[in-house]
C-alpha cells in the first residue's frame, strides 16, 4: 500500500520549490532530490499531479512517439503504445524491467507523450547540468528553510515531523550524534546559493 503521507508531502514541496526565488537549475536540482527521497519509500508515481510544474521547470521532458529517439529502432512496439493508458518505457522496450535494462520514460495516453525526467539519458533540455544530491537531512534542512523563507508554516511543521518520524528512524545518516546535532540541530546558514555540478 503506497505511503500516501510521504507523496503528500513531497507534492507540497515541489510546489513550494516551485514557488522559490531560486534559478531554474536550483529548482530541477532541488526537484531531483525530492524524488530522490521519495523513493525510499513505497509510493506511486505522482509525476501527474504536479505536472505543470515540472514540465514548465523543464524538469520533465515531453516527446511525442514519433519523435523518442529509441522509436526508430522500436517503431511497432511504440506505435502500440497508443493502445495503453499508462506504462513504463525501459531502455530496452521490448523486454521486461532488470537492473540491465531500467526505466528511462513512461508513457500517458491523455497527453499522447511520452515524458522524461532531468538527468536521464533521453533528457536533451539541459544536457550540461548534473544534479547534486543531498542527503536526507541536508535537504530536509534545506526545505524546512526555504518553506521558513516563504512563511509557509505547513510545510515547516510537515517536514519537521517527516524529519524525526522518517529521516532519523527509517534512513539514518552516517554521520554522529554530535555531527548531526551540530549540521542541523543548532542555529546554522546554509549558503544562499546551491551549487549544481557542470559536467
Given at each position: 500500500?503506497?505511503?500516501?503521507?510521504?507523496?503528500?508531502?513531497?507534492?507540497?514541496?515541489?510546489?513550494l520549490?516551485?514557488?522559490?526565488?531560486?534559478?531554474?537549475?536550483?529548482?530541477?536540482?532541488?526537484?531531483?532530490?525530492?524524488?530522490?527521497?521519495?523513493?525510499?519509500?513505497?509510493?506511486?508515481?505522482?509525476?501527474?499531479?504536479v505536472?505543470d510544474?515540472?514540465?514548465?521547470?523543464?524538469?520533465?521532458?515531453?516527446?511525442?512517439?514519433?519523435?523518442?529517439?529509441?522509436?526508430?529502432?522500436?517503431?511497432?512496439y511504440?506505435d502500440?503504445?497508443?493502445?495503453?493508458?499508462?506504462?513504463?518505457?525501459?531502455?530496452?522496450?521490448?523486454?521486461?524491467?532488470?537492473?540491465?535494462?531500467?526505466?528511462?520514460?513512461?508513457?500517458?495516453?491523455?497527453?499522447?507523450?511520452?515524458?522524461?525526467?532531468?538527468?536521464?539519458?533521453?533528457?536533451?533540455?539541459?544536457?550540461?547540468?548534473?544534479?547534486?544530491?543531498?542527503?536526507?537531512l541536508?535537504?530536509?534542512?534545506?526545505?524546512?528553510?526555504?518553506?521558513?523563507?516563504q512563511?509557509?508554516?505547513?510545510v515547516?511543521?510537515?517536514?519537521?515531523g517527516?524529519?524525526?518520524?522518517?529521516?532519523?528512524a527509517m534512513?539514518?545518516?552516517?554521520k554522529?550524534?554530535?555531527?548531526?546535532?551540530?549540521?542541523?540541530?543548532?542555529?546554522?546558514?546554509?549558503p544562499?546559493?546551491?551549487?549544481?555540478?557542470?559536467?
Amino acid at each position: 500500500m503506497s505511503m500516501w503521507e510521504v507523496e503528500y508531502i513531497i507534492e507540497q514541496t515541489i510546489k513550494l520549490i516551485d514557488s522559490a526565488q531560486r534559478p531554474a537549475c536550483e529548482k530541477r536540482n532541488l526537484i531531483h532530490n525530492a524524488y530522490h527521497l521519495q523513493a525510499a519509500f513505497d509510493t506511486s508515481h505522482t509525476h501527474f499531479r504536479v505536472k505543470d510544474i515540472l514540465l514548465d521547470t523543464q524538469y520533465m521532458q515531453a516527446y511525442a512517439i514519433k519523435d523518442f529517439p529509441a522509436y526508430t529502432d522500436h517503431p511497432k512496439y511504440f506505435d502500440g503504445l497508443l493502445e495503453t493508458r499508462f506504462a513504463w518505457i525501459y531502455d530496452n522496450p521490448e523486454m521486461a524491467m532488470s537492473k540491465d535494462n531500467p526505466e528511462v520514460a513512461f508513457w500517458d495516453s491523455e497527453s499522447q507523450r511520452l515524458y522524461v525526467d532531468f538527468a536521464t539519458p533521453y533528457y536533451t533540455l539541459n544536457p550540461d547540468e548534473t544534479p547534486t544530491r543531498h542527503e536526507p537531512l541536508e535537504f530536509a534542512f534545506i526545505i524546512i528553510k526555504e518553506a521558513n523563507k516563504q512563511q509557509n508554516k505547513g510545510v515547516v511543521y510537515d517536514w519537521v515531523g517527516f524529519t524525526l518520524f522518517y529521516l532519523l528512524a527509517m534512513l539514518p545518516s552516517e554521520k554522529t550524534t554530535t555531527q548531526l546535532k551540530q549540521a542541523y540541530f543548532t542555529e546554522n546558514e546554509l549558503p544562499t546559493t546551491l551549487e549544481v555540478g557542470v559536467s
